[in-house]
């Protein structure tokens, strides 16, 4: 045997010794996993009547929850996101008083992401309010998931005090997604409305996108006025104003048609002008009806027209009509209106099964 | 004359045998990056925020497209696995590619189909002819698309494209089920960094031999079969680490046909998937990244390693030749097409990194593979072979291959512990040593023919996978008297 078979002989060795060591480690964690599951639910069940003793109102079991083990901090945490009202201010005050919420907040700073990360995600599910301002900074975190977990927080601490620096944190030097942000947002409710009015007309393209695209979601018509004039402006970002036109839809108020049917006839952007056109369809006022019928004939793209057929189908009969009239064409224009007089068709369908039934 | 022909045969033999060890070092290397990273994110456990992703409403709405070509033993099960997804604002396009079973049969009874014109969303080519469209009257959000076959995946999934409504579009196989929130994990990225991140993919795994009930898989078990057995640890080995290494050193080439989500503006931009690519997946997302790259755009491709899609894996020798043949032919021409990209800086990771090692290793592998396995034959032939170091080298070979199994199926028990059942994992250890013996180099054989169809620049042909349909407790129940096949 050479000198280099020998050395790969003795890497042999090695290499085997690794391979033993791993199936002793992959036998030993096999077995310890599924004695540790077989523990975990048989503790769990023994757990649940406890945990469902304190959603009763029933006192004298605080003691027992005081000396229960961690796994029962697991089991709250887990029910926790899936209760409203009495029931989660119940098993709040059990991680509270359990100092579940206190060491989480020292967590807060602690040096690995997951662990700050979790502590975030913790306080959030325990409405901790008065952690609001650490969970704040967190939102400059230098990890991004990190940032996201507070951000979520916040929204579930519902503390109106986070709106600011929430929306801040969009456009800040590490920025804050806006879904992430919108939706933290969202969960604080109408506290949130005057600055995501103010954000409309201030700060950047990517804030007042959010901003436009919460205020379609609430539904909130004092906005109306401020999105009409995003929506027209040719000089603002084309997402800020197809999130506007989308907004407006959402809030329906017919003032925003004549805006709107501007935009679908006069913007060269389509996907502003699918915005407009299914705006158009959701007020359903009729003087959206001209510009949608034009959408269809003569809109350069597939897609605006078939957004404009879709609209038509909502805005009754007078647009029914001009689908009908337009189905005929053997063209894109043709094709588009008899498929949304298809949807129409179906969509009906199931009510009149309903109906029937 | 012979000392020359000893030499040669030497040399050859200590080229390929350091070529083999330099391979699994470099997998074991991605591995070792993989297992970190699967890790890490195995810390933010039910920290993710997927609650909030599944509430909000601004959660960008998804179109999942589902080819499908003789399909009928599995496709309800597909389906109703896609439907039943746990995410905000879903469609499912469904594309029937010129089936000769009853794969559309059994859909329109499912769903009541009934047929509509086209909603047109894009203008890609179709070579085959759009036959007809239909709609679900059962409230599901599903599309089928009936069209004759071309022979190719990628033009059922352009058909598709072109009726897509939602932002992002999900490429999910007709023989594949998707747990309830894969969706919802593998859209997370989209979510959470919606400038950067243009495609994500997530984790396949084999479904041959699990227990699944209406397109739910109720308990992962491994197959009986040992071919199969050994896909499953290719597979861990593949997609739960390789993929998850190369995604975090930002040189993803791969996300799987079977399940990958992608901003459909960009699949649209990029003209829809290569009609002529037999790796149509792949082409997409190295198409994707060159295109993102020359325009200087943002662009980041994620490979989350905790959604599982479970698929179909071949159960013969034959219908894996043929699929491996298919692969290797596609990796040729992806390549060849690409080819500015290798060694270019100017494309960062992917060019520098990913496609030189997808020639070196994964292109070329076969032919040093077979090569050596030809010179050892040859040498031992003429006796100029030594017993004792081949036997050394030779065995030092399979050991790191060994090790780089094991070293797999050690971290799936550590992180995501699937197999339950401790038979499961050993078959699992088992396989990741037989794989390398005997079913290594029958693959090669399969890979190199498929490197001469793309050197001879054979025609494309995407041959379809007879499948089995997936195992219920019913099929498990002999008395039951069930037909096998669990959609039917």
């Known amino acids: 045997m050479t000198s280099l078979a020998q050395a790969v002989f003795i890497g042999s060795l090695v290499v085997t010794l690794l391979v033993v060591v791993l199936l002793v480690a992959v036998a030993v964690e096999h077995g ?50 899936q209760l409203r009202g009495a029931d989660r201010t119940a098993l709040q005050s059990v991680l509270l008083d359990r100092g579940v919420v206190t060491r989480a907040a020292g967590d807060l700073t602690a040096r690995g992401a997951a662990r700050r990360g979790r502590a975030a995600v913790l306080l959030g599910n325990a409405a901790s309010v008065e952690h609001t301002g650490a969970l704040v900074e967190l939102l400059g975190d230098r990890a991004p998931e990190v940032r996201n977990a507070a951000a979520r927080a916040l929204g579930k601490n519902g503390d109106a005090a986070a709106v600011g620096p929430l929306l801040a944190a969009v456009t800040a030097g590490q920025p804050l997604p806006p879904g992430v942000a919108g939706m933290a947002l969202l969960d604080l409710g109408v506290a949130a409305l005057p600055s995501l009015r103010a954000a409309l ?21 004092a906005s109306t006025t401020t999105l009409i004039a995003l929506v027209g402006d040719d000089h603002r970002d084309p997402h800020a104003r197809r999130a506007a036109a989308q907004a407006l839809g959402r809030i329906g108020s017919p003032v925003a048609t004549a805006a709107l049917a501007d935009v679908l006839l006069g913007s060269g952007h389509a996907p502003l002008q699918c915005a407009a056109a299914e705006a158009l369809g959701r007020i359903g006022d009729a003087g959206g009806l001209r510009a949608l019928t034009t959408g269809l004939r003569c809109a350069p793209t597939v897609d605006v027209r078939g957004a404009c057929a879709d609209a038509l189908a909502l805005t009754g009969d007078a647009g029914h009509r001009q689908l009908v009239a337009h189905a005929q064409l053997r063209s894109a224009t043709g094709e588009a209106a008899r498929s949304a007089l298809d949807v129409l068709a179906l969509s009906r369908r199931p009510a009149r099964q309903a109906a029937a039934a | 004359m012979n000392d020359a022909a000893t030499s040669l045969i030497q040399t050859v033999n200590w080229t390929v045998l350091g070529y083999v060890v330099l391979l699994d070092v470099a997998m074991l290397v991605l591995v070792a990056f993989g297992a970190r990273r699967v890790l890490a994110n195995r810390r933010w456990a039910g920290a993710e925020g997927h609650e909030q992703i599944f509430a909000s409403p601004l959660t960008p709405a998804v179109s999942v497209i589902v080819p499908a070509h003789d399909e009928e033993a599995g496709i309800l099960d597909t389906l109703a696995a896609t439907l039943a997804q746990r995410y905000p604002s879903l469609e499912v396009v469904m594309v029937d590619d010129g089936s000769k079973d009853r794969t559309f049969d059994l859909v329109a009874q499912r769903y009541a189909l009934t047929r509509v014109t086209p909603r047109r969303t894009a203008d890609l080519q179709v070579d085959g002819e759009v036959l007809s469209v239909h709609r679900a009257t059962t409230g599901d959000p599903l599309t089928v698309i009936r069209k004759t076959s071309v022979g190719r995946r990628s033009d059922a999934v352009n058909a598709a494209l072109n009726v897509a409504r939602h932002p992002l579009v999900c490429m999910v196989d007709g023989d594949s089920l998707l747990e309830p929130d894969a969706l919802l994990k593998v859209a997370r990225p989209f979510v959470e960094d919606p400038v950067n991140v243009i495609g994500t993919g997530g984790v396949i795994r084999t479904v041959n031999g699990a227990l699944t009930d209406g397109g739910a898989v109720l308990e992962p078990r491994l197959s009986r079969r040992w071919l199969v057995r050994i896909q499953a640890v290719e597979y861990l080995r593949s ?24 901003r459909r503006d960009l699949v649209v931009e990029i003209g829809g998937l290569d009609p002529l690519s037999l790796a149509e997946d792949a082409e997409l997302v190295v198409s994707l990244q060159e295109h993102m790259r020359r325009q200087g755009r943002p662009h980041r491709l994620v490979f989350v390693p905790e959604p599982v899609c479970w698929t179909e894996v071949p159960e013969t020798w034959e219908v894996l030749g043929r699929q491996r043949r298919r692969w290797s032919h596609g990796l040729g021409q992806l390549l060849w097409k690409h080819k500015h990209m290798i060694a270019n800086p100017r494309y960062g990771t992917v060019g520098l990194l990913a496609l030189p090692f997808f020639l070196l290793f994964e292109l070329l592998g076969p032919v040093v593979e077979v090569l050596g396995l030809l010179s050892v034959v040859l040498a031992a032939a003429i006796g100029v072979l030594d017993p004792a170091s081949a036997g050394v080298m030779i065995g030092f070979a399979l050991l790191v291959g060994t090790l780089l199994s094991t070293t797999v199926v050690a971290v799936e028990e550590f992180t995501f512990h699937r197999y339950r059942n401790g038979r499961d994992l050993l078959a699992l250890l088992a396989a990741g ?18 490197l001469c169809m793309a050197l001879t620049r054979r025609k494309p042909v995407w041959t379809a996978m007879p499948r089995t349909g997936f195992t219920t407790a019913a099929d498990e129940a002999p008395a039951a008297g069930r037909p096998a096949l669990s959609g039917a």
């Open chain 1, 32 to 81: 310890a996993r599924t004695r540790r599951l077989a523990r975990d639910a048989r503790r769990r069940a023994e757990l649940t009547p406890l945990v469902h003793a304190l959603l009763d109102g029933d006192a004298g079991d605080e003691a027992a929850m005081t000396a229960a083990p961690a796994l029962l901090d697991e089991l709250v945490l887990e029910l926790l996101p």
């Open chain 2, 239 to 262: 997609f739960l680490l390789g993929r998850t290494g190369w995604a975090d050193a930002n040189a993803l080439l791969i996300i799987s046909g079977a399940f990958g989500l992608f």
């Open chain 2, 433 to 450: 040593v037989l794989e390398n013996v005997g079913y290594r180099q029958v693959h090669a054989w399969y890979r190199l023919q498929g």
């Open chain 1, 201 to 221: 007309d201030a700060g950047f393209p990517v804030a007042q996108t959010l901003a436009a695209e919460l205020l379609g979601l609430h539904g909130d018509p």
